[in-house]
Nanobody, 114 residues
Framework: VQLQASGGGLVQAGGSLRLSCAAS????????MSWYRQAPGKQRELVAV???????NYTDSVKGRFTISRDNAKNTVYLQMNSLKPEDTAVYYC?????????WGQGTLVTVSS
């Protein structure tokens, strides 16, 4: 599968961005779709997950601010990010889990200025 992430950019603190991840195949078959991020000098961390059963999970630091969603008809996963903070600055990656393998897309850079 090929995953194409887009929507990153520069935004002021308190602003919003919506990331998109378009898949080359149907995402309906994947057990879960997720967003990760990696800040400079830090390890990659899981940000949000949506399962095939539409169960959602978020890392604590983004709860109440970020929303993950999926559009199976468009083979696309979204990450709506509101009330952005400078500490949200990172390269954001989407990933697809098929039960055996995690496939990665290229990253999209999100920069939040204070």
């Amino acid at each position: 599968v090929q995953l194409q992430a887009s929507g990153g950019g520069l935004v002021q603190a308190g602003g919003s961005l919506r990331l998109s991840c378009a898949a080359s195949v149907s995402i309906f078959s994947f057990n879960a779709m997720s967003w990760y991020r990696q800040a400079p000098g830090k390890q990659r961390e899981l940000v949000a997950v949506v399962t095939s059963g539409d169960r959602l999970n978020y890392t604590d630091s983004v709860k109440g601010r970020f929303t993950i969603s999926r559009d199976n008809a468009k083979n696309t996963v979204y990450l709506q990010m509101n009330s952005l903070k400078p500490e949200d600055t990172a390269v954001y990656y989407c990933a697809a889990w098929d039960g055996a393998r995690l496939s990665w897309g290229q990253g999209t850079l999100v920069t939040v200025s204070s």
